[in-house]
């Protein structure tokens, strides 16, 4: 396992000393992803608050006027415009990475089949030539495994992501038809309360 480690150190090393734009990238990657956990966060702090307000709101006797009702469904309607601009922003930029990903392996392919073939030609010569064409057969032996790693764990990461959001949007929509319950049941209320109103006068 620690040899393991060490060959997946001097392969990033190597990769990033060859391919600069690789380290950059693959830190954008990771910052792309702990921002998209963040904005998920705020999503189940904000569902949160929408629960902790529908509750509350059931609990209070008194009722509130129809400019409360406009209020609170024009500041919904923001956050929603909001987040929905900020997942837009955050799978254009994903998208993006995926594409430079793409074009950065791409070369990485084909200077190894330039090595390959170089150090094949070389082996043929001597028993240096031999042992570094195998040494190099095995480090990309082991990157291909490492890579294959990074990318299964990757699709799971993406699959718990893809269900925790299925779940939110189910606790959201139980959530939002409870609350328009409420509200309309109130509204109805308030007609009915305006309706006497007008009677008497």
Do not use: W
């Amino acid at each position: 396992m620690l040899i393991l480690e060490e060959k997946k150190r001097s392969l990033e090393e190597s990769l990033y000393a060859t391919e600069p734009e690789f380290q950059e990238k693959f830190q954008k990657l990771k910052e792309v992803e702990l921002e998209v956990d963040s904005i998920s966060s705020e999503i189940r702090k904000r569902e949160e608050e929408c629960s902790e307000l529908s509750a509350g709101l059931k609990k209070k006797p008194e009722q509130e006027s129809r400019t409360s009702y406009i209020q609170r469904i024009k500041e919904i309607t923001k956050n929603s415009r909001k987040q929905h601009a900020d997942v837009e922003r955050i799978l254009k930029e994903t998208r993006e990475l995926q594409l430079e990903s793409n074009s950065i392996q791409e070369r990485l392919h084909r200077t190894y089949a330039v090595l390959d073939e170089t150090m094949f030609r070389e082996a043929k010569k001597d028993q240096v030539g031999r042992q570094a064409y195998r040494l190099l057969t095995s480090i990309h032996e082991s990157f291909e495994q490492i890579f294959e790693k990074i990318l299964s764990a990757d699709r799971v990461q993406r699959e718990i992501a893809e269900n925790e959001k299925k779940l939110a949007a189910m606790a959201s929509r139980s959530l939002n038809i409870e609350r328009l319950q409420a509200d309309l049941d109130a509204i109805i209320e308030e007609n009915k309360h305006l309706e006497q109103c007008l009677e008497m006068n």
